[in-house]
Structures are given as structure tokens and as C-alpha cells.
């Protein structure tokens, strides 16, 4: 993707490549914006923004989000709507665009990870951090229906991360890391934590 013009959707939620989420659309801005997007490439950026934490949305350069490409649409009544997006590669902005439209427009550019130096070092990463995502759900006593598949051959830390439950401003900050290794490093703590959890509740009892 080479620098392109994209609407932007600032919300209070991160949303990974290679992931699916579920957004109600109800803000007439928005109803407009989903509307445009559809008439072209169904894509728009989603920004986490959270407004209770920093006030309003600055649509400044150097912000980091994901291309959300529309899956499905259910229309509503009174013009709102759900979707289902598609998370496909990172954007940082450029700069605003303001060309009259309601909802926000920046210039953006792909943000891609940096080359592995130790890729058969990063496949074992894979496979060790997937075993302790694995431990953790065989602790569960219902695994989540709508996991994602998972392939060692495929970036990985994205899939895992959007299956745990993490504060976003975590998630944004593995968002902007651009190296899978350093993600998968930031996921292992929490997957052991989680096994450290569960052996504790299980341990004996007096």
C-alpha cells in the first residue's frame, strides 16, 4: 500500500491485522462515512482514541491504526448500521485532509514491521508462545467458539493478541511495535500470569 487518502474512524478500541471485529454505526458522520466507503474500496482507518482519556480527537500526523476493510453490512432502522471489518495491514498518518467531508480524512503511509535478523530464532518464538496460549485455553471451561485459526508460517502476535482481554492503550502500544518478536515477548508474561492463575486456584487447599 502506497501512500493513499483514507477516512478515519478514531474509536476507544484497537483493532489488529488479521483479526474481525463488530462496529455499530449510529453517529450521522459516520452513517456518511460507511455510505462512501462502500461506493469504493469498503476500507476506512480505525484510530483507538478515547476521549474520556484525552480529550478530543487530534487528527495530527504520526498516529498508528489499521485499515478495517467492510466484511458485512445489516442495515438498521433510522440509517444505522452494523459491520464486520476486516483488519488488514498498519497506517501511520501523514497529515489531515480537509476537503469538506463530515468525518475525519488523513494522508496515510504503510507501517510495516522491520526484517527479523533471526528468523529460525523467531519460528521457535512462535511455536513456544502459541504452547503457552494453548496451556491457557485448556484451563478454560469453555474455549471461545470464534478463535482464529493459527499457522506458525504466518505472523502470529496479532491473532493472540486480540484473543486475550487487555486494556487498549496495552494493545495499542503492540499495535506500534515493529517486530513480531518484541510482541511475542510482550504476550508471553501474560500467558504465563494467566497458567500462574490457575495453578494457584487449583493448588491444595486446607
Known sequence: MSARRLPLFPLPLVLFPGTLIPLHIFEPRYRRMVEDVMAGDSRFGLLYHDPDETGPFLNEPGRVGTVARIRRRLPLPEGRSLILVFGEGRFRTLGEVSE????????????????????????????????LFRSVLNTLPHVPATLPSFSLQEE?????????RMDPPWQQELLEMR???????????????GMDRWRRNEGPRA
Open 100 to 131: 469538506g467531508t463530515p468525518y475525519y480524512e488523513a494522508l496515510v503511509e504503510p507501517y510495516e514491521d522491520e526484517p527479523e535478523e533471526d528468523r529460525p530464532g523467531l519460528m521457535v518464538q512462535r511455536s513456544r508462545t502459541l504452547a
Open 156 to 164: 502470529l502476535s496479532f491473532k493472540l493478541a486480540a484473543a486475550v
Open 179 to 193: 517486530k513480531e518478536s518484541c510482541r511475542l515477548s510482550r504476550l508471553e508474561p501474560v500467558f504465563r500470569a
